[in-house]
């Protein structure tokens, strides 16, 4: 069992609806890190959390440590968030340990 | 903004090459860590440094060597390519002392990634 799960993998949204990408972790963690992929490979880092709630623009991401699981909201969605989204967790050191990602495609 | 570089975005080589893969970044980061990404595995570590001339093993680190000589520089090098190491390689740095000493805070920031096929 990885230690880092999302769901779902896939993600196909119509423009407009508002998006929720799970993560769930097995381990105690320092911080947990929401990243976005675009087509072509170039990664950003999007949120780095410890506790409780963090928002730029559209997008939000919460945490429970309690229950060991993060989720990343996209309200209003739109093209050109369609990536492929990953949780990563940081345990000790400056190693993280990242989920397998999920793909968001959104229509127009 | 930080910069991470690497020297090449798609390459192909045949079995048995040495191939070397350049990852520049310009923040002056002691952290460098060398990813490749597959469908269905996600980013899985290779490598990492956290000083010149300094590495640690990842979690798939055979059939991999890596180089560190100067601190904006940290090289893959793959010492007889093969089929299975086909893959996106993607090479990320960061900074130990604003996540205090390395605790897992850190942001990496990650370069655009090298397609490499082996043939």
């Known amino acids: 069992k990885n230690e880092v799960e999302q769901s779902p993998q896939n993600l196909t949204a119509q423009e407009g609806e508002f998006i929720t990408i799970n993560c769930s972790y097995s381990?105690?963690?320092?911080?947990l890190h929401w990243l976005q992929q675009h087509p072509g490979g170039g990664i950003v880092s999007l949120f780095m959390l410890s506790s409780g709630k963090k928002k730029h623009g559209r997008l939000i991401a919460t945490i429970n440590i309690q229950e060991k699981h993060s989720s990343l909201h996209i309200t209003a969605s739109h093209p050109r968030d369609s990536a492929v989204y990953i949780c990563?967790?940081?345990?000790?050191?400056?190693?993280?340990?990242f989920g397998e990602g999920t793909q968001l495609t959104v229509n127009p | 903004d930080v910069k991470v570089t690497q020297s090449s975005r798609y390459l192909v080589k045949r079995t048995g090459e040495k191939v070397f893969l350049e990852c520049v970044q310009d923040?002056?980061?002691?952290?460098m860590f060398w990813y490749r990404q597959d469908p269905g595995l996600g980013l899985r570590l290779i490598y990492f440094?956290?000083?010149?001339?300094?590495?640690e093993k990842g979690d798939i680190p055979e059939g991999y060597s890596v180089s560190r000589e100067k601190k904006e520089r940290f090289s893959l090098i793959l010492e007889s390519a093969s089929t299975n190491q086909t893959s996106m390689y993607l090479c990320?740095?960061?900074?130990?002392?604003?996540?205090?000493?390395?605790?897992?805070?850190?942001?990496?920031?990650f370069g655009p990634g090298t397609r490499l096929t082996v043939l």
């Open positions: 923040m002056d980061h002691e952290n």
């Open positions: 990563a967790v940081g345990v000790s050191g400056s190693r993280l340990t």
């Open positions: 990320a740095s960061s900074s130990l002392f604003p996540g205090a000493g390395g605790s897992g805070t850190d942001t990496q920031y």
């Open positions: 440094s956290y000083d010149v001339k300094m590495k």
């Open positions: 381990v105690g963690i320092s911080a």
